[in-house]
């Protein structure tokens, strides 16, 4: 079983659209969850890290469920821009060690 | 916002040949880089980690006398793909942490990548 697992879609919406991605992690000590954003032939940039109480940034809002070892990443009113890949992100093993398991990346497609 | 560089962006070479990356944190000081490799259509895999002025730390399955790692300074972490093949033709990528690591969420930043490609 992969450590991170992640639908890779792809998922084509239009704009406008509302867009749900999902995850599962298979280390219940992992401490840390982020979403990260890549584009084609790019380095990953941060997209939002993820809170236990589930956190908002503009049209993007994170979840995590501990016990379901589950993470989400919600997207509002898709934008052109917002087509890229998207990737599950925990941290490895329990504390701050920094290193960092990607999922597989869900690929996103908005059309006009 | 803090940035980490990589050079060279590309590189084509011959196989048998060795090839050195460089990964500079250009306003911060790094104790701790990381090495991720990323092949077509398939996620980042963590490498190996680079320690300022000890041995770095392989993931398993990862080569240590093939991939030679040298974190000499707090702002210099070289990894030396050595006599590469062409399986070795892969995206590169590392990554450096604030030595503060006061906001961890905040605190890993990636270079732009390496792309090497083995002929």
């Known amino acids: 079983r992969k450590e991170v697992e992640q639908d890779p879609g792809p998922f084509n919406v239009p704009e406008g659209a509302t867009v749900a991605f999902n995850c599962t992690y298979s280390n219940s000590a992992s401490q840390s969850f982020f979403w990260y954003r890549q584009d084609c032939r790019k380095e990953p940039k941060l997209l939002m890290s993820?809170?236990?109480s589930g956190n908002e940034d503009g049209r993007f809002t994170a979840q995590l469920n501990r016990a379901s070892q589950y993470i989400s990443l919600l997207i509002r009113d898709s934008k052109l821009s917002d087509s890229a890949t998207y990737l599950c992100v925990v941290n490895k093993g329990s504390g701050n060690t920094g290193k960092l398991i990607f999922g597989q990346g869900t690929t996103l497609q908005v059309k006009p | 916002g803090a940035v980490v560089s990589q050079h060279p962006s590309w590189v084509i070479c011959k196989s048998g040949t060795s090839v050195k990356i460089e990964c500079r944190s250009l306003d911060f000081q790094a104790t701790t880089m990381f090495w991720y490799r990323q092949f077509p259509k398939q996620s980042l895999m963590l490498m190996a980690t680079s320690n300022e002025g000890s041995k770095a730390t392989y993931e398993q399955g990862v080569e240590k006398d093939k991939f030679l790692i040298n974190h000499a300074s707090l702002t210099l972490s070289t990894l030396t793909v050595t006599s590469a093949h062409p399986e070795d033709s892969s995206f590169y990528i590392c990554s450096a942490r604030d030595t503060s690591g006061r906001d961890f969420a905040r605190g890993q930043y990636f270079g732009p990548g390496t792309r090497l490609t083995v002929t």
């Open positions: 993820v809170y236990s």
